[in-house]
DNA sequence: GCCAATTCAGGACATATGTCCTTTCCCAAT
DNA sequence: ATTGGGAAAGGACATATGTCCTGAATTGGC
């Protein structure tokens, strides 16, 4: 990690997703941008959390590992999205692990600062409960997901929600270098039983593979596979009520 | 659902949760509370939500239907609890069906009201945020536990949740009727499956049945089952932030 | 271009879990 | 008491998924 000494650049940001109120003016002089490289840990399940961070560029990969050391993904992340703040709500360790997939940059306050400027600022609390409450629905329709359907369902309805609406599409696009394990840790199953319906699909021509890639030949099939059943992305803000 | 008209009873759970800051003045007027009995429906899975409910007395029943009919039980609430937050916030339909597991009292409010005396008021937005993560948070522990481990760990640690900390604990206590096939549900396996492995739990000397009820006679031997993996219930409030 | 080291795909087998069906047992209505 | 219905437990089998290992493919260094 390292600060991007560029005030400029944060006002930009804040503008840009219209942070403006969110951020008022007692709480912008404690306001940093921070950089990270791909495979940088932004935070580590279990240590105390000090940094509120926004992500305004980039992609991140959230995490778990289990004291045997499985991994679960639990989702993959782009701006604008929120780090830090359930934490910071319940004063509890961080959760789960952070890491930056691309380059990142994020706005980071420190928890003090919230708390002293922001904890009656309802802007912010507002904007917190938005983020929060997309976290939750996302969440808790994941869950759901993943208890009800098999991994063959959850494949098809993960391809169809990483790659774009072209004719065809692959997997790891824009740099997004979305591994086949990370996949297979996100869907929750192994590596192998993934490969396993990979092969399964290829046979049924829903997806070709080409050299390490994965490239979806019918969105129709992979789609009546799914059932309406989709992982939820960021789909923007939505109509919220406050 | 009948209204149940008594402000002195809806004073006195205003105060017994500390609610008087959070549900102030403005708001007053249109809270009312509310009875419903066991097996009624407070609200239905896709339906549109008008009222923010306060759980002051009693026991619910969170749960989820996939299209195919198959049921998931997300999880089971005790006061202090909220039904409708994050549907209020992000405007959308009712998430999941809530049910009546004992005789429910709770304190409701419709949506304009909230809207218009509420959205501003910081004493409840965090208030909203405070259950909000808490929700957050334990759904979160739930999805890494469901995907991590096998239907045997969960339901140690199911056990060990839902049973008190006598030498002989036993499932289906204090009335909350709590079936075996919502335990399935719960776990987010099958009711066949959940007997094989209480089954072989009996073997092990873990649990005993006697005639349908199930009764812990090894906590010991659950707990270094389930590892140190416990579904997480509500803690009370903690120490939060804000 | 060649080799070692690493990643990747898949075979073989074990285990976990689901589905369907049968049996038993309990209780309520007659 | 008799009987029908329905919950509760479990048998038999099919399927989904995990683990371990092997051989092919790929890459980086020389």
Redesign the pocket.
Known sequence: MKEIQDREQLKHYLRAFQLESVFHEPLRPHLSLYGFEPGDLICTQGQAPEYLYVLVHGKLKIYTTSSEG?TLVLSFKTPLEVIGDVEYVRGTPILNTVEAVTPVCMIGVQYRWLHNYGKDHAPLLQFLLDIITQKFYVKSNSLSFNLM????V?LASYLLSVTSDESESRLEEQGSAV???DA?NFI????????????QF?IQGLVE?R????VVKDRNGLSSLAGHNIYEHNQGKGETRL
Do not use: D, M
């Open positions: 499985k359907y098999p991994v063959e959850r591994s086949l394990s297979a929750g199953t192994s590596y192998r039983h993934l490969n396993r319906v990979i092969r290829c593979r050299k390490g890639v994965i």
